[in-house]
């Protein structure tokens, strides 16, 4: 077994450099739920094709990126952020990240400016577990679970190097995995 820590809410789960399923390849998810109900997060670096503006008509020259959260619910927008003086009754999930809150005041701070593309993150879709399911993964070796969540990493990283830089955040134990390559066979 890879990974001692336990899955919990603002927990990162880091797939392992083989997983095939193209939903989760090397994805690194922040949970917002955990219990014994089933799990739930969002992949924070599989961008979408889509910018807010080309989902929310009202917001049509918002540039703000979209995130593919997962593949469950995927006609839902979701978001996080870390700015709970503008954005009233978010979820605090990890130091200074939360979940949702009033979407009414998130769409009047992008109209006047005073939101910015690095105090959030928008989803379509989340990543969902049924009971015991997730458990079951980690056990299998499918994720890694890391207990810190850098919030500069999540908000201002780059989605390309957010799974490396997750891995090598694990320490010297972890460090040589993020050096696989995606396809072995062209090793």
């Known amino acids: 077994m890879l990974s001692s820590i336990s899955a919990a809410a603002g927990r990162l789960l880091i797939s ?14 922040l949970l917002t739920e955990y219990s ?26 918002s540039e703000i990126p979209v995130f593919v959260g997962g593949p469950v619910a995927a006609n839902t ?4 952020h870390r700015c709970p003086e503008k954005i009233a009754d978010g979820i605090e999930i990890s130091e200074g990240i939360f979940w949702g809150g009033d979407f009414e005041t998130v769409r009047e701070l ?5 939101l910015q593309s690095d105090e ?31 919030p500069d990493t999540i908000f201002t990283g780059t989605e390309e190097n957010l799974w490396r830089k997750a891995v090598i ?10 050096n696989f390559p995606e396809n072995p066979a062209l090793n």
């Open 77 to 80: 927008l979701h978001f996080i």
């Open 16 to 29: 392992e450099p083989f997983m095939m399923d193209p939903n989760f390849k090397r994805s690194v998810i």
């Open 120 to 150: 959030i993150r928008f989803f379509t879709g989340y990543s969902g577990w049924t009971p015991r399911q997730l458990d079951d993964e980690i056990n299998e070796d499918s994720w890694i679970v890391a207990s810190s969540v850098d």
């Open 169 to 178: 955040g694990l320490g010297q134990r972890y460090a040589h995995i993020a």
């Open 110 to 114: 992008i109209t006047s400016y005073q």
């Open 36 to 61: 014994e109900a089933g799990a739930m997060g969002f992949i924070l670096n599989h961008a979408s094709e889509f910018l807010l503006g080309d989902i929310l008509p009202d917001l049509s020259y």
